[in-house]
């Protein structure tokens, strides 16, 4: 048997540049890998693929899980199965990744369990294939990503921040946020460039205030709350607060994760749903089963 953990990614910056022939838009990214993650599990099985979800409501139909472990046998042909459960913690469509996460520990652990011995960026083309948030989640850390922002470069790490994720109870589909932005005309900004360049020198802290989402005009327009609730992070202390990926969620960086949990209660009380987390250096993480060979 193997657990994975699968941890949900923010945005530090998110560049919309345009639009792709493909269809995606082109972007420029710097994508973050928070503590906050799935959890699951991985057993031998004959023949099918076996799914039970348990936590956020997530259909099994469809699910990436499946979707991922599908690709997996047909890219190498094998013919086993697995029984896999998977503990959602990571709330759906909310611009954390949770879905691309749990792919790519699908991708992990299977090629582990059934001893595929695929290499790492055979299993980052494959995942690229299924959703391009998957790449980053299986490299993990702090990452800019090009082009749909499955090109990655690992950037130097962030210390452990406190991760204050806060939502509302709805959640927003990603093509309609896109949509949504391309009816607009916006100026150009390069907030990922900044971070980048930050980063590379070594000044965190400017790294991370120099953040920014162009994504975030069209949600906050439509979702006016959004705007105030952003706000309101700045003014309770966050180095930074803003839209992880196309939203709803807002994440806010405080020095400790003990500074999040402190700020939590407020915007709990105000009827918002929290996570406290930390920034983390990796993406999927893997332990054994104690009677495994
Ligand atoms: P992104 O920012 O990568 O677009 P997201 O965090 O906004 O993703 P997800 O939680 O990954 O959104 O879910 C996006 C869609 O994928 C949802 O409509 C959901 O029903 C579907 N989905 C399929 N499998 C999963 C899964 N294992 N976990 C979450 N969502 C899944």
Redesign the pocket.
């Known amino acids: 048997m193997l657990l994975a953990l699968a941890r949900a990614k923010i945005n530090l910056a998110l560049e919309v540049r345009g639009r792709r022939p493909d269809g995606y838009h082109e972007i420029v990214t710097v994508l973050q890998s928070i503590e906050l993650a799935?959890v699951l599990t991985f057993a031998p099985a004959e023949g099918g693929l076996f799914l039970e979800v348990s936590g956020e409501p997530?259909?099994k139909a469809?699910?990436?899980?499946l979707r991922a472990a599908e690709c997996l046998r047909q890219a190498t042909g094998y013919r086993g199965g697995a029984f896999i459960r998977?503990q959602?913690n990571?709330?759906?469509?909310?611009?954390?990744?949770?879905?691309?996460a749990?792919?790519a520990a699908t991708l992990v652990a299977l090629n582990r369990l059934w001893r595929l011995g695929c290499p790492e960026e055979f299993l980052e083309r494959l995942g690229a294939e299924i959703?391009?948030?998957i790449p980053f989640c299986l490299r993990g850390g702090t990452a800019l990503g090009r082009g749909r922002g499955d090109e990655l470069t690992s950037l130097p790490s962030l210390p452990a921040l406190g991760v204050l994720l806060v939502k509302p109870f709805y959640?927003?589909?990603?093509a309609a946020v896109y949509q949504e932005f391309d009816l607009h005309l916006h100026p150009p900004r390069y907030p990922a460039e900044e971070v980048t360049h930050w980063l590379y020198k070594g000044e965190w802290r400017l790294a991370v205030k120099s953040g920014g989402n162009m994504l975030e005009e069209v949600v906050f327009r439509r979702h006016p709350e959004l705007r105030r609730l952003k706000e309101e992070l700045l003014v309770a202390g966050a180095f930074y607060a803003g839209l992880s990926?196309?939203g709803p969620t807002l994440f806010a960086l405080f020095p400790s994760w003990e500074e999040a949990l402190d700020k939590a209660p407020v915007f709990a009380a105000q009827g918002w749903r929290v996570w406290v987390t930390t920034t983390a250096r990796r993406g999927i993480r893997l332990f054994r089963g104690e009677n495994d060979a």
């Open positions: 799935d997530v259909p469809n699910n990436l899980v998977l959602k990571i709330p759906v469509a909310a611009g954390l990744g949770g879905g691309s749990d792919a959703g391009v948030d959640g927003l589909a990603t990926g196309t």
